[in-house]
């Protein structure tokens, strides 16, 4: 079986414009991006270029409409997601980060005049953003953010830091949330302005083909016009979030599927006592285990498509979507590294590289322990974390 999830003939749910889209995506990142991918995770870069090579590939904010984006379908969407982690969290990363958060919040909550200057050239890839919400000491809890923004005069003065944040040392331009006496607002921050730096995040175990950084601001003077005017709460940024879980709901499956068909295609060759230990029942038996974890998440994401396509998703659907495929891939991940035995150490084989990007997955964008507080809260009506 070339492909795990035609277990359940997946395939033939979806549209031929979406198998179309899926295949584009996959061609290109195996002719461009996968033979690269070991390398530049052992390096741990990102090569800036390959910005402009998505932007032509029509994956940056291709679920959103006018300004240079390409408009498809959330499935659509949430294909280009799968087929992109499955190469690499890091690579999916960007994208979601560029599309899902940066051009999302920008999109959702700017001005048309903020959205002519910047949507397009962040859907080309001639401009890199990134979302600056997560600091030091507040991750799960960001409405206790320390970052201020003051008014002064007709202008604002930001301080504060934020801390790992993807794509901050590439980024032309940061959505940087910040508290202020009405409440939280966002503020578009272009690379350049006096006060503002980034410091990129060395010596990573996880998501390394990625760049991840801190931001600093130092008296960041910005005019009224760098304010995100329809953002008006902590809801802003955290509808940006949802947008960016439904993608890693996808994303997860094509890191679980890349690492289940390594260990098909590796147990299936490696010969142990005379014959494939493919054919040993044990090695079957988390094939198939494996195979049916695979087939239900994806069937899962599917279900969260549709439902985002009817305008009815809540965020304990993603949180369900989130929690469960990620926890499902880094099992997936970590189990087809036993199938490859000390093979699996290698950069040659994909599954223990995804299970290392997966830890930093199931962490950001909100932990599996805040997910289950979503859906507990969902469940019973009482919000456990507050």
Not at 85 to 109: C, H, N, P, T
Not at 127 to 142: K, M, R, Y
Not at 202 to 207: C, P, R
Not at 362 to 375: K, V
Request: glycine fraction near 10%; hydrophobic fraction near 40%.
């Amino acid at each position: 079986m070339q492909d795990p999830l035609q277990l359940l003939d997946i395939p033939s749910l979806l549209s031929d414009e979406e198998r179309d889209i899926q295949a584009t995506v996959a061609a290109y990142l195996s002719d461009h991006v996968r033979p690269h991918i070991a390398t530049w995770f052992e390096e741990g870069v990102l090569p800036r270029e390959l910005a402009r090579e998505l932007g032509k590939l029509g994956v940056l904010g291709m679920h959103l409409e006018g300004y240079g984006c390409a408009g498809t379908s959330a499935l659509a969407y949430g294909l280009a997601c799968l087929e992109l982690e499955a190469v690499d969290s890091g690579i999916r990363s960007f994208v979601s980060v560029q599309g899902s958060l940066s051009m999302f919040s920008i999109w959702k909550y700017g001005s048309e005049e903020q959205k002519q200057e910047w949507l397009p050239r962040l859907a080309a890839g001639d401009a890199i953003g990134c979302f600056g919400l997560t600091e030091p000491d507040f991750g799960s809890n960001p409405s206790g953010m320390r970052t201020r923004a003051v008014r002064d005069g007709g202008d604002w003065v930001l301080n504060g830091t934020k801390m790992w944040i993807t794509n901050g040392g590439l980024a032309d331009v940061a959505t940087v949330w910040a508290q202020t006496e009405e409440g939280i607002r966002g503020f578009l921050v272009p690379r350049g302005t006096p006060g503002f730096s980034t410091r990129d995040i060395k010596h990573k175990l996880s998501m390394r083909a990625s760049v991840t950084s801190e931001l600093i601001l130092e008296d960041v003077r910005l005019p009224d016009s760098a304010r995100l005017p329809l953002a008006t709460s902590l809801r802003a940024p955290l509808s940006c979030l949802n947008e960016a879980r439904f993608g890693i709901v996808f994303g997860a499956v094509g890191a679980a599927r890349d690492s289940l068909q390594a260990a098909l295609d590796y147990s299936g060759t490696r010969i142990q006592f005379d014959k494939p230990i493919a054919a040993f029942q044990l090695t079957q038996r988390k094939l198939a285990s494996m195979s049916v974890q695979v087939n239900n998440a994806m069937l899962l994401a599917l279900h969260l498509a549709r439902l985002k396509e009817a305008g009815t998703l809540k965020p304990e659907q993603i949180s369900m979507g989130k929690y469960n495929n990620v926890e499902a891939a880094i099992a997936i991940a970590r189990e087809s590294r036993t199938v490859l035995g000390a093979n699996g150490i290698s950069l040659e084989y994909s599954p223990l590289r995804h299970a290392n990007n997966l830890e930093s997955v199931l962490t950001y964008e909100g932990t599996s322990d805040i997910h289950l507080l979503s859906i507990g809260h969902a469940l019973t009506g009482i919000a456990s974390f507050r």
